[in-house]
């Protein structure tokens, strides 16, 4: 997933290195046998202060002599430092993952099996569609967590000029996007890059096709499809409303603090955090924010379009010497008691793993919006070669600046299938 999703979500309280201390031998403790500390790695924004202390508070009361030692960690560089750790034979007992990273560590045999435990766990209350990237070949390797998804972020005053509400269809966007640049020739009436290749991903998914697909013991590139042709075809047909770079993605320029608030765009596709930073860009400028939010419009009024589920999951290191306390902390941080708690502290900005779990939003927030298009989630391709495809010069982004530049998708498509079969069976 994106790694600034986690950071900017705006909930008060999140801190580092919280812990929760037991004290006294009690015999329960003396039972759990081996060092009475358990360790647990969060990245940096995703663990409100008062969350943690609720679930180490639970851990404590079951397990009195365990202490919980939480360390808070930075997403620059963690791929080498989980990689390093799991090596190791004092690795933290619990560690968060992004939930793309989590099928390489799972092969490399750093993560625990946990597939004897998900009755324990609780994992058939968790979303399918965050349960996808825990498992690899049928096993369980870690617990989702939470996750994400981009949706539309309107300017209301621009949408009520032009005589435009949310629509519900892809037709009904093109014509409110046609109807925004009619009442404003000046403004954007959406900001799209040409390589915002999670929006692009969504679309794939809505015409029944994918990144890249397994064959045989292979996996191979999926671009070269008509499936994906003819999403490219609409993705296209948007981003010609917009004046963005056809070769840059929405971090470059970051659309949110150096595009959105300087003013002459309608709208945008964002995260939440996205839509956060905007607003506090601008009420530092001098202006004020006005935004509305719609899930990205499906095909069909009946369906929101599939969107890219960006989040983590918890897993517990093979060479923990504390597996079985890890496992039951685990448990408690992804049961929906405490995943409940989770949803209320993030105020709704991030979704819990299972939907008896989720926090009522404000009618007409982000994350109300977020909510209704995270039902349609997916994630990319579940196998550990796949962060070989994301790493630059990423050959989907490639793809999207060739056919947006005028060359013929299913040529584009093509040589970035090459390019991903030869990364992604690394």
């Known amino acids: 997933m994106k790694r600034k999703l986690i950071v900017a979500v705006s909930v008060a309280g999140m801190l580092a290195g919280v812990a929760a201390c037991g004290n006294g031998d009690d015999s329960k403790a003396k039972a ?29 009361a079951k397990h009195p002599g365990v202490t919980v030692k939480v360390e808070e960690q930075k997403w620059t560089g963690i791929q080498e430092k989980v990689t390093t750790a799991l090596s190791e034979d004092t690795p933290p007992d619990v560690l968060e993952l992004g939930n793309t990273q989590t099928a390489g560590y799972a092969v490399t045999g750093g993560l ?9 766990l609780g994992a058939d209350a968790w979303q399918k569609s965050m349960l996808a990237s825990a498992e690899v070949d049928g096993k369980l390797y870690s617990a989702p967590w939470y996750a994400a998804n981009r949706v539309v972020i309107y300017d209301k005053k621009a949408f009520e000029k032009a005589g435009v509400t949310p ?29 915002s290749w999670y929006v692009l991903a969504g679309l794939i998914w809505d015409e029944g096709g994918d990144l890249a697909v397994k064959d045989g013991d292979k996996w191979k590139g999926a671009l070269g499809t008509p499936q994906a042709a003819s999403a490219m075809e609409f993705y296209k047909k948007l981003q010609s409303f917009s004046t963005a770079p056809k070769d840059k993605d929405e971090a470059n320029p970051q659309q949110s603090t150096d595009i959105v608030p300087k003013g002459g765009v309608s709208s ?27 899930p990205i419009p499906g095909k069909t009024a009946d369906k929101t379009s599939t969107v890219f589920l960006g989040g983590s999951n ?27 708690k989770y949803a209320a502290e993030t105020k709704g900005a991030l979704l819990p793993n299972q939907v008896g779990a989720n926090f009522t939003p404000a009618a007409g927030s982000f994350a109300e919006a977020m909510g209704k298009a995270g039902v349609n989630g997916k994630i990319t391709p579940v196998t550990p070669g796949w962060a070989n495809v994301e790493t630059e010069p990423n050959p989907i982004k490639e793809f ?19 390019e991903i079969a030869n990364r992604i069976n690394k």
Do not use: C, H
């Not at 759990?32 to 404590?60: C, L, Q, R």
């Not at 999207?400 to 090459?418: F, H, I, Q």
């Open 32 to 60: 759990d046998a081996g060092p009475k500390e358990i360790t647990v790695w969060v990245m940096d924004g995703s663990a409100p202060k008062a969350w943690i202390e609720e679930v180490n508070k639970e851990f404590s």
């Open 400 to 418: 999207m600046t060739k056919v947006l530049k005028g060359e013929d998708a299913a040529k584009a498509g093509a040589d970035a299938d090459k």
């Open 167 to 195: 629509p519900k269809t892809r037709d009904e966007w093109i014509a409110g996007l046609e109807k925004l640049k009619a009442a404003d020739p000046a403004s954007q009436p959406i900001y799209l890059p040409g390589q």
């Open 268 to 294: 945008w596709i964002g995260l939440g955090w996205e839509a956060g930073g905007a607003e506090k860009a601008m009420k530092e400028a001098g202006k004020e924010a006005d935004f509305g939010y719609f």
């Open 112 to 120: 625990a099996d946990l597939t004897k435990d998900k009755a324990k």
């Open 314 to 340: 918890l897993a517990v290191a093979e060479r923990s010497k504390n597996k079985e306390l890890a496992k039951e902390w685990l448990a408690l941080a992804a049961g929906k008691d405490q995943m409940t």
